[in-house]
């Protein structure tokens, strides 16, 4: 689980909570038709910009990309691939069919591998599954960065409902100050789903395609060079390009025995 990104809402909803708390009730800034409004109306404009089911897609893989931190690291995998170029060069290509592996890519690579198929089809295959899942992520990136750009347009429009509600009952002044606090709450909860909601997912999303490109690339290229039986410590070294220099220790695999 990635706990930093719980703590990092909670800590948000928290703050923003104890100051609505400093000097009025919660209930104060809770209203239905401007919740209504910023809601809806935000929904509405997605729909318009996207279809259903990416909608739906980029809820799943935002809230899977917040909450778990499923991207393995690229020290664990320039090992990985270390400890399969041994297996490699000591039994063949087949002995790679009982590897077992928790990254899916890898799965999929060590699969084509052990099936026969030439390098050129297994690099094109990896090219073309690198390429899909970019492509999700940033459909879901750019559904919730729409958000963030509606949530808070929306929320004004919901203000100016507000104003002119406000100026028809002018002929009586109790009234003023209770409507315009309500015509407010719609700007504020524009805000809060995008800068604590939206926008923060979108970069989470953002960084987690770049991890997982990342570690795709070098699959793709710990594979090609093991296909190509490249010597296991010559590939360490030039997937080590990979991580940073502090990084770097105790990548190369266990001498063959």
């Not at 104890?18 to 929904?43: D, K, Q, R």
């Not at 691939?81 to 290509?93: D, F, N, P, Q, T």
């Not at 690099?123 to 949530?151: C, N």
Request: net charge negative; aromatic share 6%; proline share 5%.
């Amino acid at each position: 689980m990635d706990i930093l990104t719980l703590v990092g809402l909670v800590a948000g909803v928290l703050i923003v909570v104890l100051a609505m708390l400093a000097n009025a009730s919660i209930l104060t800034f809770f209203n239905l038709p401007g919740l209504a409004i910023v809601l809806g109306g935000t929904f509405a404009v997605t729909l318009i910009k996207f279809r259903l089911p990416s909608v739906l897609s980029a809820f799943r893989m935002a809230f899977a990309a917040a909450f778990t931190d499923r991207v393995e690291r690229p020290a664990d995998l320039i090992r990985e691939a270390g400890a399969l170029a041994l297996v490699v060069r000591k039994e063949g290509i087949l002995g790679l069919e009982n590897h077992d592996t928790r990254n899916e890519f890898l799965r999929k690579a060590i699969n084509l591998c052990v099936d026969g198929h030439p390098p050129e089809l297994v690099e094109e295959a990896l090219a073309q599954e690198t390429q899909q899942t970019a492509e999700r992520y940033d459909v879901a990136e750019r559904v919730f960065r729409g958000i963030g750009e509606s949530a808070p347009a929306i929320g004004m429009l919901g203000t100016l409902v507000g104003l002119v509600q406000m100026l028809n009952t002018l002929d009586d002044p109790s009234s003023i100050g209770p409507a315009m606090a309500i015509a407010l709450l719609t700007t504020l909860y524009g805000a809060f789903i995008a800068q604590l909601i939206a926008l923060p997912l979108a970069d989470k999303l953002q960084l987690k395609a770049e991890d997982e490109a990342r570690n795709q690339v070098l699959i793709t290229t710990s594979i090609r060079n093991i296909m190509r039986g490249e010597n296991p410590r010559v590939m360490t070294e030039l997937l080590s390009s990979f991580v940073t220099p502090e990084q770097r220790t105790n990548l190369a695999p266990e001498r063959e025995a």
